[in-house]
């Protein structure tokens, strides 16, 4: 069965997250392809080890890129460290002025600290500038490629651990405004207290998207094989205790042909693995994707993973090519 529901007006940010080498970015970019042919579509990667060049076979980087040959797809590289340090120059007066008023550290500490990388701060980074391009609404859809599941869970978690940091930023402004009213009797917020609140918003705006299945979709992308589908299990309990319930799931890798002896052995080692996941999935719309026999990048690959994942007139006559190669 093909995918369903992404071409809805109402969905803006779709996820694909799973396993290290299941096959998340080609079916993410193949995913951004097909729904660049109706919607203004942006791909953005937050893997470290981006891929999303290699797929398409062009140059992107941390800059909105479009996409020669695909009139309506962007792509982008989020790099961390470089939005970290777009974030710091954006907001370096507020930053100097919480420590210097907060902290008892001199002006040549507090520009070493801000020079400083924070654990964490990677995937806060990646998705605050996912909401800021959501939030500039240049496009209707936002597709991400994200690395392997433990960063697709910090991505996810990555609200939470901003709204610590604020926590913790505010309690060291109270104190800085409680001294400041005892001495002088009352106390006007200024850019800092501005700055903090609306970061706070900020995380609100996450949470609100990624727990609104009206506006967000994860797609968990799995393979016939034992680990990926215990981990692709664990991955969809953590979703869900962050609030987020996938609706479907790509099972990438399925030996379809029985055109050769290995085939045909493959083939048999992967259906008690199919019959795992139907069982343990079986709340999820599930559709599978054969084994191709090359990698998958390039237009023409791409187009043809497309018509696995969408469906369409071509299924039937691909479905019987793969399975007699």
């Given amino acids: 069965m093909a995918l369903t529901g992404l071409e809805n007006n109402d969905l803006k940010l779709i996820i694909f997250g799973g396993k290290g080498g299941v096959g998340k970015t080609s079916c993410a970019v193949a995913t951004a392809q097909a729904l660049s042919e109706n919607f203004k579509t942006l791909l ?23 996409m020669t040959g695909y009139p309506n797809l962007s792509a982008i590289e989020v790099v961390a460290d470089q939005a970290l340090s777009r974030f710091i120059a954006e907001n370096l007066a507020e930053l100097k002025k919480l420590l210097d008023t907060s902290t008892n550290l001199d002006t040549q ?30 496009y209707d859809k936002y597709v991400v490629d994200t690395a392997p599941t433990g960063h697709a869970l910090r991505l996810i978690s990555s609200p939470k651990l901003l709204d610590e940091w604020i926590k913790v930023a505010a309690r060291m402004r109270w104190k800085y405004r409680y001294m400041i009213t005892s001495f002088a009797g009352t106390y006007e917020q200024d850019s800092v207290d501005t700055f903090l609140l609306n970061l706070k918003k900020m995380v ?37 205790l962050s609030g987020i319930i996938p609706k ?24 008690p693995h ?16 054969p084994v191709f026999a090359e990698e998958i990048k390039g237009r023409e690959a791409l187009l043809q993973l497309k018509i696995f994942l969408f469906g369409g007139p071509d299924l039937v006559r691909m479905t019987r090519e793969f399975m007699h190669v």
Avoid: Y
């Avoid at 998207?209 to 506006?215: G, P």
């Fill in 44 to 66: 953005i990667s937050t893997d470290p080890a981006h891929s999303i060049s290699d797929c398409l076979e062009q140059p992107i980087g941390f800059n909105v890129v479009k």
């Fill in 109 to 138: 500490d507090i520009e070493e600290m801000l020079s400083l990388s924070i654990p964490g701060i990677d995937e806060v980074m990646s998705f605050k500038t996912i909401i800021d391009f959501i939030e500039e609404g240049w």
């Fill in 204 to 240: 609100k705006r996450i949470e609100n998207i990624l727990r609104d299945n009206t506006k967000c979709e994860f797609i968990p992308v799995c393979i016939p094989e034992s680990m990926a589908i215990t981990e692709t299990a664990r991955l969809l309990a953590e979703l869900g």
């Fill in 248 to 271: 479907q799931i790509i099972v990438n890798n399925v030996m379809s042909s029985e055109g050769c002896d290995f085939c045909i052995r493959r083939k048999a080692s992967q259906r």
């Fill in 274 to 289: 199919l019959a795992e996941i139907h069982q343990i999935f079986s709340d999820l719309h599930e559709t599978e994707v």
